[in-house]
């Protein structure tokens, strides 16, 4: 029988959702200095109305996509998604939801809520199996257990915070560090590729990895929002010549989802790097979740009330979670 995971053993004990957005930032690389070019589907053009009037551009192609009007270049559109990014991130909403996670080579099925004091996460399956009655208890004594003694929660959250700060100055280096360009569209999706910008001088470790970073984002035009992220590591980062940390290749792929009006978070993370160093403090090398039913709570929610929410909810484990 296997026995239910210790609270700091394979994972740390939760994970906030807000930690979408710090990889968001790690998979998008992404944000802002632009020119319009043709996409791949077809071409862009360009329509002015005079001085000071705004550019637009059009993609000539098959799908729905294609026959709306956008920004003249990608670095106006994912400047408009960043905004959003950042709107939402000021609204600390607190949430609920179901996290299906690898951890080594289990799968585990969790349901997480955040809290004053951070996440707290309850166990309901272990490989797509419900817990048996010795692994609910197990689990139930690690929760009890952090309600008396709630400093492995206010520890991860003094980390995230941490990342917080982390993240807000990442986020200042994006419109120099990147070139974006629109490469077609998928239905009602518009694409746009990534790069580095090779005029751009990173300052700082955390700064030469982002900016390492290509790939693809797919972006809702009509709602100015980005549904899915693929990047992966242009090439290797070193630190100090190596000695202080590498890092040899990594691909991150991200999904994000419309909660609730004007309210999206990540659904889909699967995150890996190879080397020895790390960026954030809450963000593992290797990663992979997919969440559901995300649900918001009170956000002054305390800890013995998520551990009252999550036990009245007893959630079945979802099959699609599970796959």
């Not at 003249?72 to 939402?88: C, G, K, M, P, Y």
């Amino acid at each position: 029988m296997k026995n239910v995971q210790p609270e700091n053993s394979k994972r740390p004990a939760g994970t906030n959702t807000r930690r979408g957005v710090l990889l968001f930032v790690l998979a998008a690389g992404s944000v802002l200095l632009v020119r319009a070019i043709p996409a791949l589907s077809g071409v862009v053009t360009g329509e002015s109305s005079g001085r000071g009037a705004s550019s637009h551009a059009k993609l000539i192609g098959d799908s729905p996509a294609a026959d709306q009007i956008y920004p003249a270049t990608a670095n106006e559109l994912v400047n408009a998604v960043i905004a959003n990014e950042l709107t939402d991130r000021e609204q600390l909403l607190k949430w609920i939801c179901v996290i299906e996670k690898r951890a080594g080579k289990e799968t585990l099925t969790e349901e997480q809520v955040e809290t004053r004091e951070g996440p707290l996460y309850r166990l309901l399956a272990i490989d797509g199996t419900a817990l048996s009655a010795e692994q609910r208890k197990q689990d139930d004594v690690r929760i009890d257990r952090l309600m008396k003694d709630p400093s492995p929660l206010l520890k991860l959250k003094q980390a995230e915070n941490d990342d917080e700060l982390k993240l807000q100055k990442l986020l200042s280096l994006m419109p120099h560090a990147f070139v974006y360009e629109y490469d077609g569209a998928e239905e009602n999706l518009l694409r746009v590729k990534f790069k580095p910008n090779p005029d751009y001088s990173a300052s700082s470790y955390e700064e030469r990895v982002i900016h390492n970073l290509a790939g693809t984002m797919l972006i809702d035009p009509e709602r100015k929002r980005m549904t899915k992220v693929a990047g992966h590591l242009v090439s290797r980062v070193e630190f100090g010549y190596g000695l202080l940390g590498r890092i040899d290749s990594g691909t991150v792929e991200l999904e994000r989802v419309e909660v609730g009006p004007l309210l999206w978070k990540t659904a889909f993370i699967n995150i890996h790097f190879s080397g020895r160093v790390a960026i954030f403090k809450t963000v593992s090398k290797d990663q992979y979740e997919r969440r559901s039913d995300f649900r918001a709570v009170a956000s002054d929610l305390s800890l013995s009330g998520g551990k009252d929410l999550l036990v009245s909810r007893s959630l079945p484990v979802h099959e699609a979670a599970l796959r």
